[in-house]
């Protein structure tokens, strides 16, 4: 299978033609995309008048209402403009595992495959969306910190770059998402709408320090988790020996003995990450790769625009 069809199934792109990934605050910049900006400019779609005040370019005044009220008022326009996007892909060791797909989610037609594999066919369709709309968009890998970085920019040429990226990249070794997060809000400038998919192995008031930072900065978030149902569920039977996916030392374990405990620990943690993006005004969506990943992008974009 060809890098282009592995990542972007042609029959998957057509039924998510009609959809689109928009933001809902942070649009600014040239005109190019489908997007309204917060920001008011000068453009050729009326807002609404205010009061002149000093430092106001005496050309935005509106002569008519001058004329008619005596006081002076300025006319405000909406910015039609890009969306600048930024795509934030964990690629750490706990994001290459995967089950052996028997449970209630499977998709029986689908191969079993990684979270990082899952999470790269979430990603380049919605980097084809949002480039096939004009606008901007960029991509980073995630580890230690920030690794490889692809500034946003519009065009076909990137949508290439993207994809070389996600092939290129394996997942392995040690991640700190919330370090990586910080680093992203450093480099990222002016506001963007951000997409970060991980599964969000970290404690939940790191990730909440780290969306702080992106929602201060002005940044749009969206966190996208990736789940293998293993991890829902915990259906592993018999003594098993467990070793860890990101340095942590193996360990023997009765399945049966731990599970209660596990599943408890597992929904006490959702709770945090849930709170945490609550509390910085970020939306968090859970995908779970044994579903499939067609399925999954529509009922994410669906509900993006209130049509589910």
């Known amino acids: 299978m060809s890098v282009v069809t592995r990542y972007l199934d042609p029959a998957l792109l057509e039924r998510l033609s009609a959809l689109q990934l928009s933001a809902r605050r942070v649009v600014e910049g040239a005109t190019l995309g489908q997007h309204r900006s917060p920001v008011r400019g000068a453009s050729i779609e009326f807002r609404q008048h205010r009061a002149y005040v000093a430092g106001d370019e005496p050309r935005r005044l509106d002569w008519r209402v001058l004329a008619r009220t005596d006081r002076p008022y300025v006319r405000e326009y909406h910015q039609e403009t890009n969306l600048r996007a930024m795509l934030l892909l964990d690629r750490s060791g706990s994001m290459g595992y995967h089950s052996r797909g028997t449970g209630k ?5 689908a191969k079993s495959e990684t979270k990082f594999d899952y999470g790269g066919k979430v990603v380049a369709p919605l980097a084809y969306l949002m480039l ?18 692809l500034t946003p920019h519009a065009g076909t040429g990137q949508l290439s770059r ?16 919330p370090l990586a997060l910080h680093q992203a809000a450093n480099r990222l400038g ?6 970060a998919v991980s599964d969000l192995f970290c404690p939940a008031s790191a990730l909440r320090a780290a969306l702080v930072r992106l ?8 966190v996208l988790r990736v789940l293998d149902e293993d991890e829902l569920t915990f259906p592993l039977q ?16 009765e399945p049966s003995i731990v599970r209660q405990q596990y ?24 995908f779970i790769t044994a579903r499939d990943v067609g399925d999954a992008l529509a009922g994410f974009l669906k509900h993006r625009t209130g049509k589910d």
């Open 105 to 109: 989610f499977e998709n029986r037609n």
């Open 132 to 149: 096939h709309q004009g606008e901007s968009v960029g991509m980073a890998t995630l580890g230690a910190g920030i690794e490889q970085w």
């Open 162 to 177: 993207i994809i070389g990226t996600l092939e290129r990249t394996a997942a392995r070794g040690a991640a700190d998402v």
């Open 190 to 195: 002016r506001r963007a709408l951000v997409v």
């Open 215 to 222: 929602r201060h900065a002005g940044h749009e978030v969206i």
């Open 238 to 253: 018999g003594w098993v020996r467990l070793a860890g996916l990101e340095g942590e030392s193996a360990r023997m374990c």
């Open 263 to 286: 599943l408890e620990a597992f929904a006490a943690h959702d709770r945090e990450l849930h709170g945490a993006c609550r509390a910085c005004d970020a939306e968090m969506h859970t």
